[in-house]
């Protein structure tokens, strides 16, 4: 079954609104999440890395202001795409690794449509 | 600058026509080597981890294998519902996983 639940699946919202995206890890904790983003017939791109108590680390090209990142819990991290535009319409993806040597175990993602 | 390519881009098989998925990569330091399995919108679905060259791993009709500069996903007798984009990673040492296109698969009856 699922080791990363991520909600809601899909949102359709305005230009200039801002949306919350939640990714949880159901039966282990998680000191680290992975946020990445997809576009359609393209690669998985990393985003930032979550770290459970502390900032966020944004990959190059990602605005930290943008797409603010909150790791509260060792079960919760949420991205909040702020003022968001068309062109933040994309595929977004949460992952966890179970362990320090397993691999990253993904959410089903949440398609985010801006219109 | 750690690199992933996967080829092809997309291959159609009718069902019990067996192949082969390639990634082609260049990494300094390999900690791992990933395969996923995506459904369309989903997320990843984590198939196999290969470490060193000369591992081999299966999965029912599915075995990953692994040399210095390249793994392939071979694909034994497929069925449609092994229809699906592949994804390959690599993880350097201390480092983020770099993903690759993928290969969208579909296999007819």
């Known amino acids: 079954g699922a080791v990363v639940s991520q909600h809601p699946s899909w949102v359709i919202c305005k230009s200039g609104t801002s949306v919350k995206i939640e990714c949880r890890s159901l039966?282990?904790?998680?000191?680290?999440m992975f946020w990445y983003r997809q576009f359609p017939k393209q690669s998985l791109m990393l985003m930032a890395t979550?770290?459970?108590?502390?900032?966020?680390?944004?990959e190059q090209g990602v605005e930290k202001d943008k797409f603010l990142i909150n790791h509260a819990s060792l079960t919760l991290s949420t991205l909040t795409v702020t003022s968001a535009h068309p062109e933040d319409s994309s595929f977004y993806i949460c992952?966890?690794?179970?362990?320090?040597?397993?691999?990253?175990?993904f959410g089903n993602g949440t398609r985010l449509t801006v219109t | 600058e750690d690199q992933v390519t996967q080829s092809p881009e997309a291959l159609r098989l009718q069902e019990g026509e067996s192949s082969s998925l390639n990634c082609s990569y260049t990494?300094?330091?390999?900690?791992?080597l990933f395969w996923y399995r995506q459904d369309p919108g989903k997320g990843p679905e984590f198939l196999f981890t290969?470490?060193?060259a000369g591992e081999e791993k299966e999965k029912e009709r599915l075995k990953a294998t692994l040399t210095k500069k390249e793994s392939f996903l071979h694909i034994t007798a497929p069925k449609p519902e092994d229809s699906a984009t592949y994804l390959c990673?690599?993880?350097?040492?201390?480092?983020?996983?770099?993903f690759g296109t993928g290969t969208r698969l579909q296999v007819f009856p």
């Open positions: 992952s966890a690794p179970r362990g320090e040597y397993s691999p990253l175990h």
């Open positions: 039966d282990f904790q998680a000191t680290t």
């Open positions: 979550s770290n459970e108590g502390s900032k966020a680390t944004y």
């Open positions: 990494v300094s330091g390999l900690r791992g």
């Open positions: 290969l470490y060193s």
């Open positions: 990673a690599v993880q350097a040492r201390a480092s983020k996983l770099i």
